[in-house]
């Protein structure tokens, strides 16, 4: 009898056991972003992969449009492992300590899709995931946003028309001083709060891609679209270092895997949803868009080539100038 109770209770422990070992890993994935944007649905991709490749073994839990926390809350929460996957905006790195990075928001590095890539998807951008460690993160991917617009109720067609005006910026020192270039009053604001400052005239303006623009509506509480492509936003997928260094080894290979696939289709897309978000702007035709000619062009980017020296040593110098050789840039030809 006794014997019997004891392989009853093995059983049930071993029973209790293996359910517990079927529980799947939850990776709660937060953004600050609409689901239809390029980050929302690059999210929903590597969520899907990642599923269906463990087979269930890990269940990734996708909270959107600053669900669970803002902009600047959620490092705070990942390094606390609150959250587990964050895809934060590359200028969110620079009040966190890693100032290299605000190195993406130097207006004008970047001329093309190609030229970027060549420092995010090369040593260069590897070096810089690197630099997170320090901070519990460990960098996956980078992932593409887009090339800014400006948008304000004033037609901004000249460096000069900036003047005086209350624009809307990420937490960036360099953002800060490519405001301050233009005679623009900086003012640092979380992505959710933006529109409801547009409409009450808390800001007069914003720079951001088309697509998040378009997918916040702030088109509808702005007058003017300016085709600039003066700067990126681009984003870096991370994850608590500590979660996921304790996945098991061959979980880890399959969410690298998905996450290589995931990127391929962010990246792929974020063009094509920036191009469609400004065809759907035009056709509201609650904004006007307004295309610089190359004179209105060179005149932005000769009034902003001052925020790359200023900024030379915060972001680094070697850095800046290995970016400039990687891409082909020479501040001296404007």
């Given at each position: ?11 049930g ?36 992969l ?14 959107p ?8 809350e ?50 260069i ?15 996956l ?20 028309d ?48 088309p ?12 007058k ?15 994850v ?5 260094d ?7 290979t ?8 995931a990127t ?39 009034a ?28 001296g030809?404007?």
């Amino acid at each position: 009898m006794k014997h019997s109770r004891i392989v009853v209770m093995f059983i049930g422990l071993l029973a209790a056991g293996l359910a517990f070992a079927q529980q799947p890993f939850v990776i709660k994935f937060s953004h600050v972003v609409a689901v239809d944007t390029p980050k929302g649905k690059g999210a929903e991709q590597f969520k899907k992969l990642a599923e269906e490749r463990t087979k269930g073994r890990v269940k990734v839990e996708v909270y959107p449009n600053s669900q669970l926390y803002k902009d600047k809350e959620e490092l705070e929460a990942l390094q606390l492992g609150a959250v587990q996957m964050l895809a934060p905006s590359l200028a969110k790195f620079g009040p966190l300590g890693v100032r290299e990075f605000e190195v993406f928001d130097l207006p004008y590095i970047f001329d093309s899709y190609a030229d970027l890539h060549k420092v995010t998807q090369g040593t260069i951008g590897q070096s810089l995931m690197k630099k997170l460690e320090a901070k519990g993160i460990l960098g996956l991917a980078f992932w593409d946003n887009g090339f800014k617009v400006m948008t304000a109720n004033k037609a901004l067609r000249r460096p000069e028309d900036f003047r005086g005006l209350k624009m809307r910026i990420q937490s960036s020192k360099v953002l800060d001083s490519q405001m301050r270039a233009l005679g623009a009053m900086p003012q640092v604001m979380a992505f959710s709060e933006v529109y409801q400052a547009m409409q009450t005239g808390v800001v007069d303006g914003s720079e951001n891609t088309p697509s998040n623009v378009y997918t916040q509506k702030m088109h509808e509480v702005q007058k003017y679209l300016t085709l600039s492509d003066h700067g990126y936003i681009g984003y870096a997928v991370i994850v608590n270092k500590k979660f996921w260094d304790g996945l098991p080894a061959d979980i880890r290979t399959i969410l690298e895997g998905a996450m290589r696939d995931a990127t391929k289709y962010a990246n792929d897309i974020a063009k094509q949803e920036n191009d469609e978000a400004l065809e759907a702007i035009r056709k509201s035709g609650k904004t006007q868009i307004i295309a610089l000619t190359p004179q209105e062009k060179a005149e932005w980017k000769k009034a902003l080539m001052k925020v790359h020296t200023e900024n030379e040593s915060k972001v680094g110098k070697d850095l800046l100038q290995s970016i400039y050789r990687e891409t082909g840039f020479d501040p001296g030809r404007l």
